[in-house]
């Protein structure tokens, strides 16, 4: 084939694809325009309609229920957890050293006030008794020897006193002869001198006259001597009072030792400190225990006392001695009075159903309230007492503690589900009437305090008001209400209006 044979073919298959090429696109735009031209269509056709008339749906009104607010005494109350304990608890402790002989009592058994309950073996004390008895006669005896030797002596003193007495009298007789011998002398001596009388005269009269002095020196000698004789009567009476004071120490000493094994003997008897329950043996017969060592405890159950941790915002309300509390009410809570009434209760026992039975309430009082709080939880100690009937409940057993601190005379309560909680706070919903109508109101309430299901409020609503207490959901403020019932009561004449109205539920 020549070059321009082929030249010729090449150009007419590049030229064919292009014609295919341009009636694609003329299909699509061809396509497109239809399509765009229907839309047109329709959009024109459908606004060149009369649209049909809506159909308004009935207005909705919501079944509720109200309750009228009522001004009633309220109290505020405590509700804590308290742990029993016994009124009066002791352990029984020995007194002295010694072998636990025997228990004379039972476990669990009811003791009276006084009674032993234990003895401790006393073979050595009741020997060492025995030894004093001994020492206590001996010491008697002794006694009654002394006192013989007293009155002996005594015999002797009076003895030598009399024998002195008369010694004295025989003094004065001897210088009454020595006078009289002195003057016979003095009247012989110048007439012998005078050779009246003679010399023999003379001697006679100087040997009467010495022979009187001789007897005065004796009669001074023998009084020394009984002078001696009475100081030496002396000397024994007071030995004799000695001997026998140490004889009657000996014999109180005795005495003395004797009362002190006695009451060694009697603490070897372990008492009950009160009447109550003995509760269980912590040593059994045979062993040796020391002074001080428990041997077991007693528990008086007739009345218990409940203790209970209060937080220290309430504790000053519960002291019945605070003075200024009332000041302080009367100022900062007017109207409020202080009411101080306690509770222990013992919760029933649960049902298979759900709830519980109806527990054991037993009134109390406020036995002691702490001057200081517990330093690990700062909670102060008060303690209720009260009577345990039958000794039913016993000590370590956990119940609850319901203590009436303040009374509101006329407070304003009102249900716990009434009460929505808001971002602004708490609010409650009231039907207020008009024009033959009802309509929610909302009003904002401040609770004071909460009692089961009631909650006590300060302000929002007031006595008289129609409260909303079921069928509050989704109700706005000022949207009509269609009230059901009121005051737990079907509200007479009252139909259900609108076709989406709610039956009344919380």
């Given at each position: 084939?020549?070059?321009?044979?082929?030249?010729?073919?090449?150009?007419?298959?590049?030229?064919?694809?292009?014609?295919?090429?341009?009636?694609?696109?003329?299909?699509?735009?061809?396509?497109?325009?239809?399509?765009?031209?229907?839309?047109?269509?329709?959009?024109?056709?459908?606004?060149?309609?009369?649209?049909?008339?809506?159909?308004?749906?009935?207005?909705?009104?919501?079944?509720?229920?109200?309750?009228?607010?009522?001004?009633?005494?309220?109290?505020?109350?405590?509700?804590?957890?308290?742990?029993?304990?016994?009124?009066?608890?002791?352990?029984?402790?020995?007194?002295?050293?010694?072998?636990?002989?025997?228990?004379?009592?039972?476990?669990?058994?009811?003791?009276?006030?006084?009674?032993?309950?234990?003895?401790?073996?006393?073979?050595?004390?009741?020997?060492?008794?025995?030894?004093?008895?001994?020492?206590?006669?001996?010491?008697?005896?002794?006694?009654?020897?002394?006192?013989?030797?007293?009155?002996?002596?005594?015999?002797?003193?009076?003895?030598?006193?009399?024998?002195?007495?008369?010694?004295?009298?025989?003094?004065?007789?001897?210088?009454?002869?020595?006078?009289?011998?002195?003057?016979?002398?003095?009247?012989?001596?110048?007439?012998?001198?005078?050779?009246?009388?003679?010399?023999?005269?003379?001697?006679?009269?100087?040997?009467?006259?010495?022979?009187?002095?001789?007897?005065?020196?004796?009669?001074?000698?023998?009084?020394?001597?009984?002078?001696?004789?009475?100081?030496?009567?002396?000397?024994?009476?007071?030995?004799?009072?000695?001997?026998?004071?140490?004889?009657?120490?000996?014999?109180?000493?005795?005495?003395?030792?004797?009362?002190?094994?006695?009451?060694?003997?009697?603490?070897?008897?372990?008492?009950?400190?009160?009447?109550?329950?003995?509760?269980?043996?912590?040593?059994?017969?045979?062993?040796?225990?020391?002074?001080?060592?428990?041997?077991?405890?007693?528990?008086?159950?007739?009345?218990?006392?409940?203790?209970?941790?209060?937080?220290?915002?309430?504790?000053?309300?519960?002291?019945?001695?605070?003075?200024?509390?009332?000041?302080?009410?009367?100022?900062?809570?007017?109207?409020?009075?202080?009411?101080?009434?306690?509770?222990?209760?013992?919760?029933?026992?649960?049902?298979?159903?759900?709830?519980?039975?109806?527990?054991?309430?037993?009134?109390?009082?406020?036995?002691?309230?702490?001057?200081?709080?517990?330093?690990?939880?700062?909670?102060?100690?008060?303690?209720?007492?009260?009577?345990?009937?039958?000794?039913?409940?016993?000590?370590?057993?956990?119940?609850?503690?319901?203590?009436?601190?303040?009374?509101?005379?006329?407070?304003?309560?009102?249900?716990?589900?009434?009460?929505?909680?808001?971002?602004?706070?708490?609010?409650?919903?009231?039907?207020?009437?008009?024009?033959?109508?009802d309509f929610a109101a909302v009003r904002d309430v401040e609770p004071v305090a909460i009692k089961g299901e009631s909650?006590?409020?300060?302000?929002?609503?007031?006595?008289?008001?129609?409260?909303?207490?079921?069928?509050?959901?989704?109700?706005?403020?000022?949207?009509?209400?269609?009230?059901?019932?009121?005051?737990?009561?079907?509200?007479?004449?009252?139909?259900?209006?609108?076709?989406?109205?709610?039956?009344?539920?919380?």
């Amino acid at each position: 084939m020549s070059d321009g044979a082929q030249e010729r073919k090449s150009d007419n298959v590049a030229a064919a694809p292009s014609a295919g090429a341009r009636r694609l696109r003329y299909v699509t735009w061809g396509s497109t325009g239809t399509v765009l031209a229907l839309t047109i269509a329709c959009i024109v056709i459908a606004a060149s309609r009369t649209p049909p008339a809506l159909v308004q749906a009935p207005p909705r009104v919501a079944n509720v229920e109200v309750q009228r607010v009522v001004a009633e005494p309220f109290d505020a109350t405590l509700v804590l957890p308290a742990r029993i304990e016994a009124d009066r608890s002791a352990a029984i402790n020995a007194e002295a050293t010694g072998r636990l002989q025997e228990w004379l009592v039972k476990e669990g058994e009811t003791v009276e006030a006084g009674r032993t309950v234990a003895v401790l073996n006393t073979d050595q004390l009741k020997a060492q008794l025995g030894q004093m008895r001994a020492k206590r006669l001996s010491a008697e005896k002794s006694v009654a020897v002394y006192e013989q030797q007293l009155a002996l002596a005594r015999v002797a003193l009076e003895h030598a006193q009399k024998e002195a007495s008369a010694l004295e009298i025989d003094l004065s007789a001897a210088r009454s002869d020595l006078a009289v011998a002195e003057k016979e002398y003095e009247r012989i001596k110048p007439l012998a001198e005078s050779e009246v009388l003679t010399a023999t005269d003379l001697d006679v009269a100087a040997n009467a006259l010495t022979q009187r002095q001789l007897a005065v020196k004796k009669v001074v000698e023998a009084i020394d001597r009984a002078g001696v004789s009475v100081q030496s009567a002396r000397v024994s009476i007071m030995q004799s009072e000695a001997a026998l004071d140490l004889g009657k120490a000996q014999v109180d000493e005795a005495d003395e030792g004797m009362k002190g094994i006695a009451v060694a003997l009697a603490k070897c008897e372990l008492k009950a400190p009160f009447a109550g329950r003995f509760e269980k043996y912590l040593v059994k017969p045979g062993e040796v225990v020391t002074a001080g060592q428990p041997l077991g405890r007693m528990y008086d159950l007739t009345h218990l006392r409940a203790r209970v941790d209060v937080a220290d915002r309430y504790v000053a309300f519960l002291d019945p001695g605070s003075a200024a509390l009332e000041s302080y009410l009367a100022l900062a809570m007017p109207g409020v009075e202080r009411h101080i009434k306690a509770a222990v209760i013992l919760p029933g026992l649960p049902k298979l159903t759900g709830g519980a039975y109806e527990g054991l309430k037993l009134d109390a009082v406020i036995e002691n309230v702490a001057h200081a709080s517990d330093a690990a939880s700062n909670t102060f100690h008060v303690e209720l007492r009260f009577e345990n009937p039958g000794e039913a409940l016993k000590e370590g057993m956990i119940v609850q503690a319901r203590i009436d601190y303040l009374r509101y005379p006329d407070a304003i309560t009102i249900p716990l589900k009434a009460i929505q909680v808001a971002d602004v706070g708490p609010r409650v919903l009231v039907a207020e009437r008009r024009d033959g109508k009802d309509f929610a109101a909302v009003r904002d309430v401040e609770p004071v305090a909460i009692k089961g299901e009631s909650v006590l409020v300060s302000r929002g609503v007031a006595a008289g008001d129609r409260l909303i207490v079921a069928g509050m959901k989704g109700v706005i403020h000022g949207e009509e209400v269609n009230v059901v019932m009121e005051d737990g009561a079907l509200a007479g004449g009252a139909p259900e209006r609108g076709a989406a109205g709610n039956a009344a539920a919380p």
